[in-house]
């Protein structure tokens, strides 16, 4: 089991920036796939990034591609989501999941352990 949190949400105008972080613990860092989702108010849970385990792979949603960057420090154990040009459609809660295997998914259910989420609110 992987324990996450993430950190790093926020209220940010139009156009500005943020970047999030998830801390991991548990599994060995770097010996599985993780992910970003977010979910709006009324709406599903939606993909916007993941990374596969060796870092080499990356998934974006067309939505946020070009402007969301996702990255790792493995010494730190933390994935993060640099978010550029936010947008107010991008207003959500965002999660960070990871998975059991190895892979770079874009599917929620197939993600196993998730942390508690961060708000992120863009005013226009």
């Known amino acids: 089991q992987v324990q996450l949190v993430e950190s790093g949400g926020g209220l940010v105008q139009a156009g500005g920036s943020l970047r999030l972080s998830c801390a991991a613990s548990g599994r060995t860092f770097g010996s599985y796939g993780m992910g970003w989702f977010r979910q709006a108010p009324g709406k599903d849970r939606e993909f916007v990034s993941a990374?596969?385990?060796?870092?080499?792979?990356?998934n974006y949603a067309d939505s946020v591609k070009g402007r969301f960057t996702i990255s790792r420090d493995v010494a730190k154990n933390t994935m993060y989501l640099q978010m550029d040009s936010l947008k107010p459609e991008d207003t959500a809660v965002y999660y960070c999941a990871a998975s059991k295997g190895p892979l770079a998914l874009r599917t929620a259910n197939l993600y196993d352990d998730w942390g508690q989420g961060t708000q992120v609110t863009v005013s226009s």
């Open positions: 990374m596969s385990a060796s870092g080499r792979i990356t």
